[in-house]
C-alpha cells in the first residue's frame, strides 16, 4: 500500500487547507486512517484518525478546527484544517493501518504565517 500526501502551501492566520491523501488500493478494510503532523525540532504528534466505522478523533490542540474525513469510492482520506495558527505549522503525514500493517505517507509542508 502506498500513501501519497498533497495540498499543503502557505497560508495566513485564519486561513484554511484541505489535505489529502491518496492510498494506492482500497481503503474500505483499513482499521483506521490518520493524520500526523512533525514541527521543526518537535517529535512527530498525532492530530486525527478516522475509524473503519467512521468514528473520528481528534487531538485537543486541533479540536474543533480540524475535520478529518474520506471518501472510500476514491481511496482518499482528508484534512480539513480551518482557522489556521502559526503553531499549525509542521510537515503532515498520513497513515493507514491495516490489520498489524501500517503504511506512511510521505510529508506535505504546511506553513501558516504573515
Known amino acids: 500500500v502506498q500513501l501519497q500526501a498533497s495540498g499543503g502551501g502557505l497560508v495566513q492566520p485564519g486561513g484554511s487547507l484541505r489535505l489529502s491523501c491518496a492510498v494506492s488500493?482500497?481503503?474500505?478494510?483499513?482499521?483506521?486512517m490518520s493524520w500526523y503532523r512533525q514541527a521543526p525540532g518537535k517529535e512527530r504528534e498525532w492530530v486525527a484518525r478516522?475509524?473503519?466505522?467512521?468514528?473520528?478523533d481528534y487531538a485537543d490542540s486541533v479540536k474543533g478546527r480540524f475535520t478529518i474525513s474520506r471518501d472510500i469510492a476514491r481511496n482518499t482520506a482528508y484534512l480539513q484544517m480551518n482557522s489556521l495558527k502559526p503553531e499549525d505549522t509542521a510537515v503532515y503525514y498520513c497513515?493507514?493501518?491495516?490489520?498489524?500493517?501500517?503504511?506512511w505517507g510521505q510529508g506535505t509542508q504546511v506553513t501558516v504565517s504573515s
Open positions: 497513515r493507514a493501518l491495516r490489520g498489524v500493517i501500517s503504511s
Open positions: 488500493g482500497s481503503i474500505r478494510n483499513f482499521n483506521y
Open positions: 478516522i475509524y473503519g466505522g467512521g468514528t473520528t
